[in-house]
């Protein structure tokens, strides 16, 4: 994907917590960005991440990282999040990590999300308002016949 695939960017610093004895971000790590770029990107959308009523419920069932340069400490990145499709029940995710020079790409995240009824703790259709919600942000239809 190029960068102008993605609409939605969520910056963020470095922060010495985040690297390792190298001064270079642990690679665990990028699934805390992935995390956290997800759920900016939900809050934008107008999805809800708060415990409650209404709140939609995704559990991660895949997760891949491709490293492609290091992070460093201090340094700004971009997180770029873009859905790539829509199950019945479940969304993939891609979250481009880029340097603030626009072509500096570090690495890329897929994910994806199983929606899950927390009563049966089975998975449930993703809900159609979510959905609508991902597809207008995208400006693009992502669901799956």
Known sequence: MARADFKFV?????????????????NARYLDYADLAIAEYFRVLGIPIVPGPGTPEFHTAKASVEYKAPIRLDEEVDLCVRATRIGRTSIAMTIEIHGTDRDALRASVELVY????????????????????????????????
Not at 11 to 19: D, I, M, N, Q
Not at 131 to 138: C, G, S, T
């Open 10 to 26: 969520h910056r963020l610093r470095v922060r010495y917590s985040e690297v390792d004895a190298q001064a270079v971000v642990f």
């Open 114 to 145: 199983v929606h899950v009824d927390l009563k049966t703790g089975k998975s449930a259709p993703v809900p159609s308002w979510v959905v609508e919600a991902i597809e207008r942000h995208a400006g693009e239809k992502l669901r799956e016949a």
